[in-house]
C-alpha cells in the first residue's frame, strides 16, 4: 500500500478475491505434491496435527481455550481504507492487522504470563464466511498455574455485565460483541429460535458460584445484579 501509487488488484473490489481462489484452487488441485511449506496443504495439516498432538502427551491437556476474531471497525483497518473501499474486499490489509493484533496477545498471555506460566501451546488460524480471521489458541499450563478449583476460573472468566462506571470500555465491548438475543418470549423471530426455545439455551440461569460440570461445560457465575443490557431487557444474556 503505497499513498501515491494505486493497485489496480487491490480497487478490484471482489474481482480481487475471485481471483486470489481461483489461484489457491488452481495450486491445491494440481497433480505436483505440494510440500509442507505450502499452508493449508495435506502435508502441511498432518504435521500441525502430529505437532499438537505430541504437545498434548508430553504435557497433558489444555487448560485454557482461547478465541480471538478480528473486528472490521479497528481503527488500523478503518483509516486505511479509501472511500469507496469495503473492509471485505481488503483480505491483505485485514490479515495484515489481525496478525499484529494476534502477535500482541500473543505476547501478553505467554511471555507476560497473562494467565500464568504457559508450558506449551498451539493455535490455528481460520477465515470465517464474511472473510474475518478468526484464531483458536489452545494453552496449557505449568504444574502449580492449572486452573484447578472453581474459584480460580473466577479470576480469568466472568459471563457478567461488567460496571459501566468502573470499565466502561469494557462494559460497551460486551454489551455491543457478546450479547445474546432478545429471544423466547421476547423476540420469537430470532435466529436461534427453534421449536418455540432459543437452541443456544438462553438465557442461562442465575448462580451465585461457579459449578464445574464432568464432560460438559462448566456453568459460570452470574450473580443476579440487576443489571441490563442497552434496550433494557428484563433478563441479560
Not at 495435506?42 to 497433558?60: E, F, N, S, T, W
Not at 473492509?87 to 511471555?111: T, Y
Not at 506460566?117 to 499450563?141: C, D, N, S
Request: hydrophobic letters at 35%; proline letters at 7%.
Amino acid at each position: 500500500m503505497r499513498p501515491k501509487i494505486n493497485s489496480i488488484i487491490l480497487q478490484s473490489g471482489r474481482l480481487l478475491q475471485q481471483y486470489v481462489v481461483d489461484m489457491y484452487v488452481k495450486i491445491e488441485t494440481s497433480r505436483v505434491i505440494l510440500p509442507r511449506s505450502f499452508i493449508g496443504g495435506p502435508r502441511d495439516m498432518h504435521k500441525r496435527y502430529l505437532d499438537a498432538m505430541a504437545l498434548v502427551d508430553k504435557y497433558g491437556k489444555p487448560d485454557i481455550f482461547l478465541t480471538m476474531t478480528c473486528n472490521p471497525k479497528w481503527i488500523e483497518i478503518t483509516i486505511e481504507l479509501k472511500p469507496h473501499e469495503d473492509v471485505q474486499n481488503r483480505p491483505d490489509l485485514v490479515a495484515r492487522v489481525f496478525r499484529s493484533k494476534f502477535e500482541q496477545m500473543k505476547k501478553e498471555v505467554i511471555k507476560k504470563k497473562l494467565f500464568g506460566h504457559v508450558q506449551a501451546y498451539t493455535y490455528v488460524i481460520e477465515f470465517q464466511k464474511r472473510g474475518l480471521p478468526h484464531a483458536h489458541l489452545l494453552l496449557i499450563l505449568k504444574r502449580g498455574h492449572k486452573l484447578l478449583r472453581p474459584e480460580h476460573f473466577d479470576q480469568f472468566i466472568s459471563a457478567e455485565i461488567p460496571c459501566e462506571k468502573e470499565n466502561p470500555h469494557l462494559y460497551a465491548a460486551v454489551l455491543r460483541h457478546m450479547m445474546h438475543g432478545p429471544c423466547e418470549k421476547l423476540n420469537q423471530g430470532n435466529v436461534s429460535m427453534k421449536n418455540g426455545k432459543c437452541k443456544n439455551h438462553y438465557p442461562k440461569k442465575f448462580t451465585k458460584t461457579i459449578t464445574v460440570v464432568v464432560d460438559n461445560y462448566p456453568i459460570y457465575r452470574r450473580r443476579y445484579d440487576k443489571k441490563t443490557s442497552a434496550n433494557s431487557l428484563p433478563n441479560p444474556r
